[in-house]
């Protein structure tokens, strides 16, 4: 990435001061953040993680907790010290984890089979809740926070979910503000976007019905596998001949399943599940259309048949101008670099969502040199705590100074 910095002036003494304080409290706030590590939970499954979080929010005294929010979300609002701007300010981390086994030796891995936390949002979870903690003990602002703790982000809908259950309203939020680390930056760098940074993640599942039988007698059958490889195969010519090589696209078939478990038995039925990346509506929209149909005339020229179910995800990521400018001020201020000039990201988040209801802005930080998200090998870094924190809480502060 390029770096494009953008200087500003600021309270040099006070951000070394949060820095400072956040330094003194990285032990504490790792350790919950390793707890949460072990303890993974699915979408809308949260329940423990979010238990642990509002008894965190309890403990630093923050003024109105909710559970149960958009079914396992929490919210907490923190009131600042006046209250004459009448503004509030909301940010937002994700809680849940990922149906992934994890292969990590580490004290902290998962305790739980087939889960583990390979995205980061223990450490985005663990990071809001120390500003969190800051917040309510200096209370340096003027209006009030709402601490969103998101349920289900990955593929679950959480992000609809509080909002229908009215996160923006019930609080009169203004503007909302959310961060994702980032493997590959350096540790403690920002990059934010002034407008499109992340993909529509739509998924589809293409059921194949052929007719099954015994693996030595496949003149006998109609090889629903053979079938199924054949659509995997033919999916790959949709982004390289049917989309404008200036558009943006990704078709990636990541599940194939058959009903059998054996060496010598043709199943029935085969499953493929996978995930369409676009940015613009027609590109999602032909895609869709490529999909059935060569899904389901690959099918028919073998003599099965193809079921193609789409589902769609939450729309493509847009920042706000102002709000991603402000966000870029306050993140150089921590760390002295704030990338803009960079490559939107086809990976999805369902934080646009909430953009599309409230001004605001999304933010990468970096986890260093580790491994990629959704990887068996992830863990968060974290000595991205102290700049994360630091972050949100300097937001919280030049967004609505004391006057």
Known sequence: MAAELI???GPMEKMVAILNRFSEMFEEISTWRRDLHAHPELRFEEYRTAAFVASKLKEFGVDEIVTGFGGTGVVGVIHGQNNTSGRSIGFRADMDA????????????????????????????????????????TRNFDGKIVLAFQPAEEGGGGARAMIDAGLMDKWNVEEIYGMHN??????GEFAVRTGLQMACPDKFEIIVRGKGGHGAMPHKCVDSTLVAAQIVVALQSIASRNINPLENVVVSVCGFRTETDT?????????????VRTFAKDVQQLVRARIDLLAKSTADGYGAVAEVIHLSGPPPLVNHEREADFAAEVALSVCGV???????????EDFSEML?????????????DSADLHNPTYDFND??????CSWFVTMAERRMPLS
């Open 7 to 9: 200087f500003i002036v």
């Open 98 to 137: 990922l149906p992934i086994q994890e292969v990590n030796d580490l004290p902290h891995a998962s305790t739980i089979p087939g889960k583990m936390h390979a995205c980061g949002h223990d450490g985005h979870t663990s990071m809001l809740l120390g500003a969190a903690k800051y917040l309510a003990e």
């Open 182 to 187: 980032m493997p590959g930056l350096p540790v």
């Open 263 to 275: 060496y010598n038995v043709i199943p029935n039925t085969v499953r493929l599940r996978g995930t």
């Open 338 to 348: 704030a990338h803009r000039d960079f490559e939107p990201s086809m990976g999805g």
């Open 356 to 368: 599309l209801e409230r001004p605001g802005a999304y933010l990468f930080v970096g986890n260093g």
């Open 383 to 388: 000595d991205v705590i102290p700049v994360g």
